[in-house]
Each structure stands twice: as structure tokens, then as C-alpha cells.
């Protein structure tokens, strides 16, 4: 019986298996078999130690991987009942509700926290917040409250709240919440923290149930989660965590690479076990990404070698400009294709989704059919790409109210919605009633000048002269910093939309080649599961693995985001292409341009590390 519960396993991953108490730290890289060490953990723990199954709780980041992990673990011991698989929200909502009368109801969703967010700024006389400061509001009370930081020591960074404002918005969020008896996901682990501070015989009782703790995927960890963990551990401190300090790329949810760092200064009698076989990628992918993530300061010194040996191939692939990258990125797929590839086994791996609509149009025109794990569009959908269109089509004589609200004050007019009345808009009438003294008068006689030169463009300098000539793009760039967007991402859309006008003759036929391609966008999408290439982010990409990586945009600005200055903006870039790479099993291919539109754009400087 012994023996079969590590049959299969290398020196270090039978180790971690069959370490039974005190803290264990186990660092599994990129196709370690991490799955597989956890699995036969827990068979150990309660088939050799005696360890009741109900004492175990094994704690993940998704739903998804809770499911996954006890399906794994039914599979391999099926008789066996009791362990608790879940994430750190329904672990700790399984703990408040006993002791608050809690359900589910009293769980907010995105929709609902935006609803209160807005009566209670209401409610302390602040201005009516668009959309994208409300989210802003949440996305910043969601990190404070996940680094367990008092509000009242907190600054604004939102353009439009300074930071008293700031500080009275989020208190009454709060106030407002408990007044309902509602929670958002984050104050589950705030108010366990609460219950376990002030209740220490309740604390105790969970000790009790609880003990050996499992916590995989730990480098997603935040401050908050790992300080109610910990208060649950101790004092027997038969915590096992699990995961790859390299893998770390979720800073923006609150998640702190600095906390498995850190480990074992928490717990110095904590014993570490290196997984450093990768059995899912050949030795070329795996030396090659090692060399790049080898580059960042702060990380765990590892010897990663392939459990596989030779066999894999890794790519830099130079590329004229965008259309020179996608036409080679679908024959790479074809190619491939006709070597006995699946669809299904190629991934193509974006930095932000921003540019997948653009690709997904490409592999659409190519005959390529594809899956979008995230939600994606054409680019002539986004919203630049439908103010865009909305400016050509009204100069070419559509003068629909609606298309003409999308742009009247794209930049700033001082355009009403009360000037322009109902049906179709008419300028020339809407100038001669404002007269020459009203402050819109200069900002509509220009606009009627620029409509009527757009008219008489080519669709390539029509899009050009839209950014630079009548300035919407220093207006679209303006409002994303404003809202944190990244800019690189708002004007490499615009480049794109600009690239596809500039490959048609005629608007007939740049608007005939947008129909087609949202038309063929629906028409080669697949469902999960079917025989199609993968697009995905780079973060979505975690946890899955593919015969064939294809990675574009490796371009400064792109991969390292232009948004990166600090040198732990750029280290979390890393993990993050390290993550993208080491998806690959045999074959790697990374792409960047030599220019975007007329521009010249330098390769990521990744590359060269490598």
C-alpha cells in the first residue's frame, strides 16, 4: 500500500508527499506534477497517518480548481469522505454563517456593489459618478481591504475624487453594507478576521476541525487571507502550501509574491521541497523561459530541468509590421495544421484582450476556426472603433442621432444633448441657431469643416486625420489615464483599425470588409471543447497547457506593458511571459514588429534576455 501511493513519483515529489506535520513549503514549477503531489498528500495523510479526512482542508484560488482537486482526489480514493476542497471566500462564508445568520442572498454581485456604491456617495452629497470611477471606487476598497490597511491612511490615485472624498466614499460603501447585512466577496475574509479576534473559543473550535491545512497556488496569496490562515494553523502549524513564487502575476487583485518570499521567516522550522522537473515542456522551452525569469531579483533560486529531454523548438520570429505578424501567425498555424497539430492544441497568447478581436478577425479572413476563452470583439466594436465609424459614416451622410452622440464630444464641444433634438441631426441649423457668440459656435464650425474634408479621404487618411487632425485621440488618450485604462492598448486599437482601413480602396469597401468580418467573427467562433485554436490572455492562460504557443506583440510598450516603471512592475511582467512560454510542449513562437502604421516600435527588451 505504501508503495503505491508515490508509484510514479521522482525523489522530491514522493518527499513532499509523505511529509505528515509542521509547516511545508512545496515549490512546483510549471508542469511539476503539483496536482499530482497534493492528490497523494491527502491519500497519505488519511490512509498511513490516520488522519480523519474531516480534519483535512484543502484551500484553492477558483471554484474551478476546488472542483478539479476533489475530483482528482475522488478518483484516487473514492471511499474516502469528509476532506473540504474550496476557495477562501466559501471557506470562510461557510464559517460567518453560523455564527451571523448568513446565506447566499446576502452575497453582492458586480451589479449590486455598483448599486450601493452609488447610494451611498449619493447618500454623503458627492457628484453622480460615471462608470468608470464607480469601478475604480471598488477595484481600490477591493485592495485595501485585501491588504488589511485602514481607509483612513489611504490616497486617492482616482481622477475624480481627491482623496477626502475618496475616504468618505468608501466609508459609506461600508456603513451602508452592514446596515443591509450584505457582503461583498472581500469582507468575507475581513469579518472572519473580526469573528476570530473577538471570539477566540470560536476560533478554537475551528482549529480543532481544521488540522492540516492545504493551501495551493500560495503565490496568489494576499495579505489578509494569509493572516486569518495563519490564526487557524496555529498552534500545530501543519500548513502545506504549494505553488511557484515565478508564477506570481496577479498583483493588481491584491495578491503579494513578498508573502511566499517570506515564508520561511514566518515559519523557520518549515521544511522546503523544490519540484524542479517540468514533465509538460521540452528542454529548449524549458531553458529558454528559465533564462528570461532568471533576470528577476526577487525569486526562489531553482535548476528546472525537462522531464521530457529533447524535442521542443523555440522561435523569435521578426515581423514587418502588425499585418506581416498575423498573416504569419495563421500560416505557423497552418503549417502546423498540416503536420497533424490540432486546432484544439495551439494556443495564441495576448499580453490584454485587447488586440484578440484583431487576430481573431485574421484567423476569421484565413479560414482558422477559434475559441476565445475571454470575451472579445471585432475591433470595429470596441469603443474607438465604433466612434470611429460613427464620424465616417455621418460625413458620408448618415446623420443618425445616435451615431452623432457618440462623437459630438469626443473631444470636448460643449454639445448638449438639448441642442441637437430628435431625428436626424442637421449642423448647418444647429450653427446658425447657437449664433456667433455662443461658446459652441467655433467648436461646430470646425466640426463641420473636418466632416466635410473626411468625406473626400481615403478610409486610411480618414482614420488618421479623425486622430491626429481633429484631436480624438489625445482626447481618448487624455480619459485613459484619467481611468487607468492602458494607453499603449487604447492606441494600438486605433493603429489597428487604421491598418485594416488602409488595405481597403474605397469606404464601400472598408465598410464592406467590417460587415464581413464581424459576420465570419460569429461564424468561426467554437465552443470550449471543439477542435479550434485558443486565444486567450496571458492570466488565462495559467493552469493549461498546448503542443503550440504562439505568443505576438512582444514589443516594448506591449510586453513589458508601457504602464511598467518600477522594478516590481517589470518583475511581475516577467512572471507573467514565463507563465505564457512555459505553457508550450514542444513548439514556441514569439512574435514582434519592426513598426506599427508608420511608427518604428522596438522588440521587447524580454527578448533579448533570453
Known amino acids: ?90 471557506v470562510y462564508f461557510n464559517i460567518l454563517k453560523r455564527f451571523y445568520n448568513l446565506d447566499r442572498s446576502g452575497i453582492l454581485g458586480e451589479g449590486e456593489k455598483k448599486k450601493y456604491l452609488r447610494l451611498a456617495m449619493n447618500r454623503e452629497g458627492l457628484t453622480e459618478a460615471d462608470e468608470e470611477t464607480v469601478t475604480a471606487v471598488l477595484e481600490a476598497v477591493s485592495r485595501i481591504k485585501n491588504a488589511g490597511l485602514d481607509i483612513n491612511e489611504c490616497r486617492s490615485d482616482i481622477a475624480a475624487l481627491d482623496t477626502e472624498a475618496f475616504r468618505k466614499a468608501c466609508k459609506a460603501y461600508g456603513r451602508l453594507l452592514k446596515e443591509n447585512k450584505k457582503l461583498d466577496f472581500d469582507d468575507m475574509v ?55 513564487d515565478d508564477q506570481s502575476i496577479y498583483a493588481f487583485r491584491g495578491s503579494d509574491p513578498e508573502i511566499m518570499l517570506g515564508f520561511k521567516k514566518d515559519y523557520p522550522d518549515a521544511l522546503m521541497i523544490k519540484l524542479e522537473k517540468n514533465y509538460r515542456s521540452g528542454n529548449t522551452i524549458v531553458d529558454t523561459s528559465l533564462k528570461l525569469i532568471g533576470c528577476n531579483k526577487k525569486r526562489f533560486k531553482k535548476k528546472i530541468s525537462s522531464g521530457r529531454g529533447a524535442g521542443s523548438s523555440v522561435a523569435a520570429v521578426a515581423c514587418k509590421d502588425r499585418s506581416d505578424e498575423a498573416e504569419k501567425l495563421c500560416t505557423l498555424i497552418k503549417t502546423a495544421s498540416a503536420h497533424g497539430i490540432g486546432y484544439k492544441d495551439m494556443a495564441v497568447l495576448f499580453r ?48 443618425g442621432r445616435d451615431n452623432f452622440l457618440r462623437f459630438m464630444n469626443s473631444p470636448l464641444r460643449y454639445i448638449s444633448r438639448a441642442d441637437i433634438g430628435r431625428g436626424e441631426v442637421d449642423l448647418e441649423g444647429m450653427l446658425a441657431q447657437c449664433g456667433t457668440e455662443k461658446y459652441m459656435y467655433g467648436h461646430l464650425k470646425r466640426l463641420i469643416y473636418d466632416l466635410g474634408k473626411l468625406a473626400a479621404m481615403h478610409p486610411f487618411a480618414a482614420v488618421n486625420y479623425i486622430r491626429k487632425g481633429m484631436g480624438y485621440e489625445a482626447h481618448v488618450v487624455k480619459e485613459a489615464e484619467k481611468s487607468g485604462r492602458d494607453i499603449s492598448a487604447v492606441t494600438g486599437l486605433m493603429d489597428l483599425i487604421q491598418e485594416a482601413a488602409g488595405e481597403c480602396d474605397s469606404y464601400e469597401e472598408w465598410k464592406e470588409r467590417i460587415r464581413k468580418e464581424q459576420d465570419g467573427m460569429e461564424a468561426m467562433k467554437k465552443k470550449a471543447g471543439e477542435d479550434a485554436v485558443q486565444l486567450m490572455t496571458m492570466h488565462s492562460s495559467k493552469g ?67
Not at 482558422?368 to 470583439?377: V, Y
Not at 514588429?593 to 527588451?605: F, H
Request: net charge negative; hydrophobic share 40%.
Open 1 to 90: 500500500m505504501k508503495s503505491e501511493i508515490c508509484e510514479g513519483a521522482d525523489a522530491q515529489q514522493a518527499k513532499a508527499v509523505r511529509t505528515q506535520n509542521g509547516p511545508l513549503m512545496v515549490l512546483a514549477g510549471p508542469g511539476a506534477g503539483k496536482t499530482f503531489v497534493i492528490t497523494r498528500r491527502l491519500k497519505y495523510l488519511i490512509e498511513e497517518c490516520g488522519i480523519p479526512a474531516e480534519e483535512i482542508l484543502v484551500i484553492t484560488f477558483t471554484k474551478a480548481a476546488a472542483e478539479e482537486m476533489e475530483a482528482r482526489f475522488n478518483a484516487l480514493m473514492p471511499e474516502a469522505y469528509g476532506v473540504t476542497f474550496g476557495t477562501f471566500h466559501a
Open 190 to 244: 475581513l469579518r472572519c478576521r473580526e469573528l476570530f479576534t473577538e471570539r477566540e473559543d470560536i476560533l478554537d473550535m475551528w482549529r480543532e476541525q481544521y488540522r492540516y491545512i492545504l493551501i495551493d497556488e500560495f503565490q496568489d496569496i494576499n495579505p489578509l487571507q494569509y493572516q486569518v490562515v495563519r490564526m487557524l494553523a496555529y498552534p500545530l502549524n501543519n500548513l502545506c502550501v504549494v505553488g511557484d
Open 544 to 610: 493549461l497547457e498546448f503542443e503550440m504557443v504562439i505568443i505576438p506583440e512582444l514589443n516594448e510598450g506591449q510586453m513589458p506593458s508601457g504602464r511598467c516603471t518600477k522594478i516590481s512592475e517589470i518583475e511581475e511582467e516577467r512572471r507573467l511571459l514565463y507563465v505564457a512560454m512555459t505553457r508550450a510542449k514542444d513548439k514556441l513562437f514569439m512574435l514582434y514588429r519592426e513598426k506599427n502604421t508608420a511608427k518604428k516600435v522596438q522588440p521587447s527588451r524580454f527578448l533579448a534576455e533570453m
Open 352 to 399: 490584454t484582450n485587447a488586440m484578440a478581436g484583431f487576430f481573431a478577425g485574421r484567423l476569421t479572413a484565413a479560414g482558422i476556426p477559434f475559441f476565445l476563452k475571454d470575451r472579445a470583439e471585432s475591433i470595429f466594436d470596441s469603443r474607438e472603433g465604433r466612434d470611429i465609424r460613427a464620424m465616417m459614416d455621418f460625413s458620408r451622410g448618415d446623420h
